[in-house]
C-alpha cells in the first residue's frame, strides 16, 4: 500500500506512514472509530465516512480521501499535465422561480440538498467536484485521478443525478413547493489540469480548455430534466447509454455546428465485449494454443478435477474475445455462469457476485421481492433440502432477508463468512448434477468480498467439477499460484502476420492500404482493441471510406490516438508511483530507446535511484531492456504509450525537457556526435533554444543531402526524397499558370559573397554561367568557409564580373567592392592578400573546387559544448568544379517572400537573405515551390529545369549584410511556415526550391514559367 499523502510505501497493517506521518484510515465522523481506507461506511455506527458537507471542502470527503492514494500533488502542483478528461455540468432549473417567494433560509433549505445529490452523484462514480456555483456544480471525470472510463462515469453520474433530482421533487412537490428539475451538459476533450494550493496543505484542481467552455455551453442546451452530450461522448459511450440525436446546433464560442444528443437512459452493453459485439466483431485470428489450453481445463473438470484457470493480459488484448470463443465449448460441457467487475464497482460490496446470483437464480429485473426470495428458496430447496442453512445468508446477500432474520448468526463478519461458505456449497452441491463453469471477468477490478469469496471457492475446487474461468490484467495479484490445479495462460498482444490478418479481414486487400496497415500494427503493437479503435477513428474522421471496397481518401503520415485507447494507456500510466511515472514521462521525451548513460544524465539520479525506478517501470511492462549504442538500455513496450506518456506533459515542460535531452547527448557521446546531429537537431529543434535547433537541423539536412548525392548521383536525388507533392502538383497544374514570371536573376561569382542583380543570363547545365564559379580557400586547411564561421562578413563584399562570361570560355576578371568601399581586382597579384589581411588567414582564391575541399561551419553549430568546428565535402553532387552547396539552381516565388513578411512584419524578408538564382513573381499560395518538386518546367523559350528538392534553410539567412540587420525571427518564420519532409534528410525548414538544368537557354526577367509534362 502506499501513503495517502506522500505516496511512499506503507508497510501492510501499518496505521501510519513512517516517512510523512499521515494516517492511513479513516475516521468516523460519528463515533470516531478507524476504518480502513476505500471503505464507505462506518462498521461500527453506519455513518458514511467523511461524506462532504459542502463541496470546496472535498479535502474532508470521501472522495478526497481516497484521492491521494493515486495522486501525487507535490508532482502536480510543480507542472500541471495534459489530460484528456470528461466535465460535467449541472445546474437547477428555474431556481429564481423557485425560490422568489421564499425567506433566504427556506430558500437554502430547498435548494442544497438539491446540490448535494448532485455531488453525491459525482463522487459516487469518483468524479472530483471542481466549483459549485449557488443553484450548479461543475465537476470532471478522469482527473485528477485518471479513470479510463471517465466518460462512462460522467454519464452514470449525470443519469444518477437526474434520477435522484426527480426523486427529490416528487418530495418537496408534495410538501408544495414548486417541482424542481436539472440540466446537465457533458464533454470529453483534452484539458491542462492545473493544482491550485488553497492553503491548510489542501490543493485545488482546475481543467483549463476549450473543452471545458464546451461542457458549460452544452448544459445550457440540455432540455429540462435532461443531460446534454457531445458527439465525443457519443462516440466512447455509445451502447453503455442511449443517446437521442438532437442535430447540430450553434454554440456560442465555436465556429463550427455542433452535434449534441441527448442522452436518455443507460444502455444494454455494459462490458466492452458487449459493445464490440453490438457493433460486430472483427474476424477472430490467431489463439489456437490459448483455445487448446481451455479445452484441456474443460474436460479435466468434467472429469471431476476441478480447475482454476486465468487469462492475464493488458488491456484490449482479447481476454474476453477469447473466452467468448471457447464458449461453444465450455457450454457444451457445463452449466455456465458468467459475471464481471466493473471499473467503478470496486466499492460496491459483491456486485460481481450479486450479479452472478441473479443469473444462478434466474432473477430477472421486474421481479419484485416477494418472487425473488420464492425464487431463491425454491431453487435452493430444489437442489438439495440439507441446504436450508444457507437460505438466509444468500437472502441477505442479495438484500431479501428481512431485518429480523433470526437464522443469520453471529456478528457481522461472522455473517460474512457463513455467507462464503454457504454459497460455495452451494456451487459444488450443484456440480454434482452438472459440470459448472463460473466465469469472473476483470478480476483487476474486483471488490474485497467477492475477492474474498473467490479464495474460499478456490479452495474447495480441486475435487469438484468446477472450471473457474478469470481474467485480469497484469496489476491484479492473487494466491492461486501454488494451487496445483491452477492455469495460467499468458495472452500477448497479436504477431504481426496474426495482425495483419486481423486488419486485412476489416480493411480488404486493397494494395493502396498496405502502408497503412503497416502503420496501424506497428503503432498499436498487435493489441487487437488499439488496432479496431484506430480502424474506426479513421472512418469517422473521413480518412477511410468504403466504396466497393475500402480505400484511403487521403494521405496519412500518421495517426492520431483514438480518445478510447488513449484513455486506457493515460489510466495505466497514472497509476504508477510519481516517480516512476515522470521519468516514464522524461523517456517518451527521448525517445523509444534509450541508453542508460544517457538516462542517467538526462534524470539526474543516481544509479541506484535510477535502476529502482526502472525496474518499476520494467515490471509494470511499459519498457524492456535492451542495448542500444552497444550500452544497456531500454525500450518502450508500446509506441503508442511512449505517444501517450509524452501527450500529458505540458508543451513547456517537453521544451525543458528537449534541452536538457539535448545536451545530455552532447555531453554523452562528446566523441561521436556526428552520430547524433539527426537526433539532437530533433530534440533542440523541439526546445526553446530553436537557433541551436535550426543548425542542428539544416546540418543534419545537409549530411544526408551530401551523403545521398555523392552515393547516387543527382538524377535519382529526387527518388530518395518522399516527396508529399505528387497529388498536389497535379492539382497546381491548373492553377500555377503561365502569368509566373522571371521577377530577378541573380549570380554570386564568389562563394558566400554577395550576388550581382542580371537583367538576363544563360543558364548552362551547370546552372548560371558564372555562378559560384570561385571560392577563396583556407591554404593551411583546405577549407572553405560558409557564411557562418570566419567568412560572415562575406556577404559584405560585392563581387562583379568586368564582363559578361560565357560558358566554356576562361573566367573574365572580377572585381570585388570592399565593404569600406574600395575595389579590388582578381587581376592583381595582391588580392588575395587583401582578403586574408581581412579575414585574418591566408586564403588563396580558386576558380575551381578541389577534390577533397571541406567546408567549415560554425563551432555553433555542433552545440556549445563542442571545441571543434565541422566539417564535410562540399558540393557532394555539385557538378564537377562549382562551388555549389547541394544544387545549381536555386528558385524561390514572390508570394513565398511575400507571406513570410506578412507573419513576421518586424523581419526584412529581404531577397538577399535567401540568395536565390531566380526569383519567381507568382500570386499563387506561399510555398507554392514545394509543389514544383518533381516536376519539369520551361522558362523562356530555351530553359528547360527539373525541380528536384525544397531548399533546406540555415542560419545564413538571419545574418546582417549590408543594411539589413541579423534577425533569427526570419529562420523562425520560415520553421514555422513551412517545415518540409525531406524523407531520409530528416524535417527541414524550407522557402525555394533547388532544380537541375535537363535544356540549357537563356533567360531575361518577365519570361514567363511553363509545366512541361
Ligand atoms: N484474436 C482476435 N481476433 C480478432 N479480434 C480480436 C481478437 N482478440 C480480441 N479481439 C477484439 O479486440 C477487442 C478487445 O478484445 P477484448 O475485449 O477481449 O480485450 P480484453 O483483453 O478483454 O480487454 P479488457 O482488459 O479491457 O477487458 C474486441 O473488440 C475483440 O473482439
Ligand atoms: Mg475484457
Redesign the pocket.
Known amino acids: 500500500m502506499n501513503c495517502i499523502q506522500c505516496n511512499l510505501e506503507v508497510k501492510d497493517g501499518k496505521r501510519f506512514c513512517s516517512e510523512c506521518g499521515a494516517p492511513q484510515f479513516l475516521l468516523c465522523p460519528a463515533c470516531n472509530s478507524q476504518s480502513p481506507l476505500g471503505k464507505s461506511f462506518c462498521s461500527d455506527c453506519g455513518t458514511a465516512i467523511g461524506a462532504p458537507h459542502t463541496p470546496s471542502k472535498q479535502a474532508d470527503s470521501k472522495n478526497i480521501e481516497k484521492k491521494p492514494a493515486a495522486i501525487d500533488e507535490t508532482k502536480e502542483i510543480n507542472s500541471g499535465e495534459r489530460k484528456v478528461i470528461t466535465v460535467l455540468f449541472a445546474d437547477i432549473k428555474g431556481s429564481m422561480e423557485l425560490i422568489e417567494h421564499l425567506d433566504p433560509e427556506d430558500a437554502r433549505a430547498l435548494v442544497e440538498p438539491a446540490l448535494q445529490l448532485m455531488i453525491d452523484a459525482v463522487l459516487h462514480y469518483d468524479g472530483y467536484v471542481v466549483q459549485t456555483t449557488g443553484d450548479g456544480i461543475f465537476a470532471m471525470f478522469g482527473a485528477p485521478v485518471v479513470h479510463e472510463d471517465h466518460a462512462h462515469r460522467a454519464l452514470y453520474a449525470a443519469l444518477r443525478m437526474q434520477s435522484k433530482l426527480k426523486e427529490y421533487s416528487a418530495r418537496i412537490c408534495a410538501e408544495g413547493y414548486q417541482p424542481i428539475q436539472g440540466r446537465v451538459g457533458v464533454h470529453t476533450g483534452e484539458v491542462v489540469v492545473r493544482p491550485l494550493r488553497i492553503g491548510n496543505g489542501q490543493v485545488e484542481y482546475t481543467p483549463i480548455g476549450h473543452s471545458t467552455s464546451l461542457g458549460a455551453r452544452l448544459q445550457t442546451l440540455a432540455p429540462v430534466g435532461s443531460i446534454a452530450a457531445s458527439e465525443a461522448i457519443r462516440q466512447l459511450c455509445e451502447g453503455s447509454c442511449e443517446f437521442n440525436d438532437l442535430g447540430l446546433t450553434k454554440v456560442k464560442g465555436v465556429t463550427e455546428l455542433v452535434k449534441v444528443y441527448e442522452v436518455t437512459g443507460m444502455g444494454k452493453q455494459r462490458t ?2 458487449q459493445r ?1 459485439a453490438g457493433q460486430g ?7 489456437a494454443r490459448e483455445l487448446d489450453a481451455i479445452k484441456t481445463a474443460v474436460a479435466l473438470a468434467q472429469a471431476g478435477s476441478g480447475q482454476v484457470l486465468a487469462i492475464v ?10 473466452i467468448f470463443e471457447a464458449m461453444a465449448d465450455i457450454r457444451a460441457a457445463a452449466n455456465v455462469l458468467e459475471t464481471s467487475s466493473v471499473s467503478h464497482g470496486k466499492t460496491s460490496y459483491c456486485l460481481p457476485l450479486i450479479e452472478l446470483l441473479h443469473l444462478y437464480f434466474a432473477i430477472e429485473a421486474q421481479d419484485d421481492e416477494y418472487k425473488r426470495r420464492e425464487k431463491v428458496i425454491n431453487k435452493i430447496a430444489d437442489l438439495d433440502p440439507k441446504l436450508v442453512d444457507i437460505h438466509a445468508y444468500v437472502l441477505n446477500l442479495l438484500n431479501l432477508g428481512s431485518s429480523d432474520d433470526t437464522l443469520l448468526e453471529g456478528d457481522e463478519r461472522t455473517q460474512e463468512l457463513r455467507t462464503w461458505e454457504g454459497i460455495k456449497r452451494l456451487f459444488v452441491r450443484e456440480s454434482v448434477n452438472r459440470p459448472l463453469t463460473l466465469i469472473f ?2 478480476l483487476h477490478w474486483i471488490d474485497d468480498q467477492t475477492q474474498e469469496f473467490l479464495n474460499v471457492l478456490t479452495d474447495a475446487i480441486g475435487t469438484a467439477r468446477i472450471l473457474l474461468i478469470v ?1 485480469y ?1 497484469a496489476e491484479y495479484v492473487h494466491q492461486w499460484g501454488n494451487k496445483s490445479y491452477f492455469t495460467q495462460i499468458r ?1 500477448d498482444p ?1 504477431g504481426q502476420s496474426t495482425a495483419t490478418e ?1 486488419l486485412g479481414a476489416m480493411l480488404g486487400s486493397n494494395e493502396q492500404l498496405s502502408d497503412l496497415k503497416r502503420l496501424i500494427v506497428e503503432k498499436s503493437s498487435g493489441t ?2 488499439f488496432m ?1 479503435e484506430m480502424v474506426k477513428a479513421l472512418f469517422d474522421d473521413g480518412t477511410l471510406a468504403r466504396d466497393g471496397k475500402v480505400i484511403l481518401t487521403k494521405k496519412l503520415d500518421e495517426l492520431d490516438i483514438p480518445s478510447s485507447v488513449q484513455a ?1 494507456l493515460a489510466a495505466r500510466i497514472d497509476r504508477l508511483p510519481s516517480q516512476a511515472k515522470e521519468i516514464l514521462q522524461t523517456l517518451a521525451v527521448i525517445g523509444r530507446e534509450f541508453p542508460m548513460p544517457l538516462i542517467l544524465s538526462v534524470t539526474g539520479l543516481s544509479q541506484d535511484k535510477l535502476e529502482k525506478q526502472l525496474k518499476e517501470l520494467q515490471l509494470g511492462e511499459f519498457i524492456y531492456e535492451t542495448t542500444v549504442f552497444g550500452e544497456k538500455g531500454y525500450i518502450f513496450k508500446s509506441a503508442l504509450t511512449q505517444d501517450v506518456a509524452y501527450n500529458t506533459l505540458l508543451v513547456e515542460r517537453r521544451k525543458i525537457l528537449h534541452e536538457r535531452i539535448g545536451a545530455s547527448i552532447e555531453a554523452v557521446f562528446l566523441s561521436s556526435i556526428d552520430d547524433h546531429i539527426a537526433v539532437l537537431a530533433y530534440h533542440y529543434g523541439r526546445s526553446n533554444n530553436i537557433d541551436l535547433g535550426m543548425q542542428y537541423l539544416t546540418h543534419s539536412g545537409r549530411q544526408k543531402l551530401m551523403e545521398a548525392r555523392k552515393s547516387s548521383g543527382l538524377g535519382s536525388l529526387h527518388a530518395l526524397i518522399k516527396s508529399e507533392n505528387t497529388e498536389f502538383a497535379s492539382d497546381v497544374r491548373t492553377t500555377v499558370s503561365t502569368i509566373d514570371s522571371v521577377e530577378s536573376i541573380w549570380r554570386y561569382p564568389v562563394k558566400s559573397m554577395a550576388g550581382e542583380k542580371l537583367a538576363s543570363v544563360f543558364v548552362s547545365d551547370k546552372g548560371i554561367v558564372g555562378d559560384r564559379v570561385y571560392a577563396f580557400v583556407d591554404e593551411e586547411s583546405n577549407r572553405t568557409a560558409v557564411v557562418r564561421k570566419w567568412a560572415d562578413n562575406f556577404l559584405n563584399y560585392h563581387p562583379h564580373f568586368v564582363s559578361e562570361p560565357k560558358a566554356g570560355s576562361e573566367i573574365p576578371t572580377l572585381q570585388i567592392v570592399m565593404p569600406s568601399g574600395e575595389t579590388i581586382t582578381t587581376s592583381n597579384s595582391d588580392v588575395e592578400e587583401r582578403i586574408s589581411t581581412a579575414f585574418a588567414r591566408k586564403l588563396k582564391l580558386l576558380a575551381t573546387a578541389p577534390p577533397g575541399l571541406l567546408i567549415e561551419v560554425p563551432k555553433g553549430t555542433l552545440g556549445g559544448s563542442l571545441s571543434e568546428v565541422t566539417e564535410f565535402p562540399l558540393g557532394g553532387g555539385a557538378p564537377a568544379g562549382a562551388f555549389f552547396d547541394y544544387g545549381c539552381l536555386h528558385l524561390i516565388a514572390s508570394s513565398t517572400l511575400d507571406h513570410l513578411q506578412k507573419v513576421y512584419p518586424k523581419g526584412r524578408f529581404d531577397v538577399r537573405r535567401f540568395r536565390p538564382n531566380i526569383v519567381i513573381q507568382s500570386d499563387a499560395a506561399a510555398f507554392i515551390e514545394n509543389s514544383w518538386v518533381g516536376r519539369t518546367i520551361a522558362i523562356g523559350n530555351e530553359l528547360v529545369l527539373r525541380v528536384s528538392i525544397p531548399c533546406p534553410r540555415c542560419i545564413s539567412v538571419t545574418l546582417a549584410q549590408d543594411d539589413l540587420p541579423r534577425d533569427p525571427g526570419i529562420l523562425r518564420a520560415i520553421a514555422e511556415q513551412n517545415m518540409c519532409d525531406l524523407g531520409d534528410f530528416g524535417n527541414l525548414p524550407c522557402a525555394g526550391v533547388y532544380a537541375e538544368v535537363i535544356h540549357a537557354g537563356k533567360i531575361q526577367c518577365g519570361d514567363t514559367l511553363r509545366f512541361v509534362e
Open positions: 466492452r465485449m464490440s466483431f472483427s474476424k477472430f485470428v490467431g489463439r493480459a493488458e488491456a484490449g488484448t482479447g481476454k474476453s474475445r477469447l471477468e476483470d481474467n490484467r495472452l497479436l486481423m487487437p482493441f479496431e486506457i
